[in-house]
């Protein structure tokens, strides 16, 4: 995709008023039963990333429930296009950042669909400062509330439920791995939950319930022009090697690729970083 101009809308955002649209329908992919049968849980799965997650996820042959906070068209909107790859769609609106209501989301999918064999916990917020003293407590705890708490919540209450050799994701970030000057509570969220996946790779491991994370760049989504300001929206992506964002079609794959014990059955506690041709030191 080429470079955004500037542009802003409401928080949380949506995805029918951004220019250019991102692609996040995965219209060109194909899937073949890597996921037949499965039941998944796509925490933030409304648009953007989580948009094209769950049509993948349904392309490979799974139902798919999705949890978000209240961009209502957006839900609709992936459910069709959940529903037109043959599968099920469950959407759940509420507060992430909420602990019974992370509870009851996890509950009400595996009621609804007799299980679940697949977390993607991809849920986050954000907002920059221009100034570290700016960074109010009120804001701070909000981030670690939605990004951190409410990861553990979900994850606390889902994991249980998963058989042996199930499937959870969580979404890092590459400010989770390298850190950003203006996005501070959100960078060391994401980091937290980074460490998260290390911690329940470990944790989970006699039970063979593969726990990884995937760390994207700059990609696309209605959250950009929802938190950052017009003039951090112009242009943005534009500092990747690539010289570009992504769009989430090209992230979605990477969660495909840790949902299915076909590809990633000796993989546990991996990060995986698509961010644009972006070296990272190990």
């Known amino acids: 995709m080429t470079q955004p101009d500037a542009q802003n809308q409401p928080y949380p955002g949506r995805t029918e008023p951004m220019e250019p649209r991102p692609r996040d329908e995965m219209r060109d992919y194909v899937g073949r039963g890597l996921l037949e049968g499965k039941k998944a849980l796509i925490a933030g799965g409304d648009s953007g990333i989580g948009r094209a997650v769950a ?36 959407i759940m609106p509420g507060d ?52 951190v708490f409410g990861v553990f919540w979900l994850l606390r209450a889902a994991i249980p439920r998963l058989p042996d050799g199930g ?48 760390a994207p760049g700059p990609v696309w989504t209605p959250l950009i022009p929802a938190t950052l300001p017009e003039n951090k929206v112009e242009g943005f992506g534009g500092q990747a090697p690539m010289g570009r964002p992504a769009d989430p079609d090209e992230i979605a794959p990477s969660y495909v690729f840790f949902a299915s014990g076909q590809l990633s059955s000796y993989y546990s506690g991996q990060t995986l970083a698509p961010i644009g041709g972006e070296i990272q030191a190990s």
């Open 167 to 214: 499937s959870v994701i969580i979404t890092g970030s590459v400010n989770g791995l390298r850190g950003n000057k203006t996005l501070i509570d959100y960078a060391t969220s994401k980091a937290a939950v980074m460490n998260l996946t290390d911690c329940l790779a470990q944790h989970y491991v006699d039970r063979g319930i593969r726990v990884n994370c995937v």
């Open 55 to 90: 049509v993948a996820f349904a392309k490979e042959g799974a139902d798919v429930a999705i949890a978000y906070l209240e961009e209502h068209d957006d839900a609709r909107h992936t459910t069709e296009l959940v529903e037109e790859a043959g599968r099920s769609c469950l």
């Open 96 to 147: 992430l950042g909420d602990e019974q209501h992370c509870e009851d989301v996890v509950a009400r999918a595996a009621a609804e669909f007799g299980g679940l064999d697949v977390v993607v916990a991809h849920h986050a917020t954000q907002a920059p400062v221009e100034d570290f003293a700016e960074l109010t407590t009120a804001q701070l705890t909000r981030t670690y509330q939605v990004n």
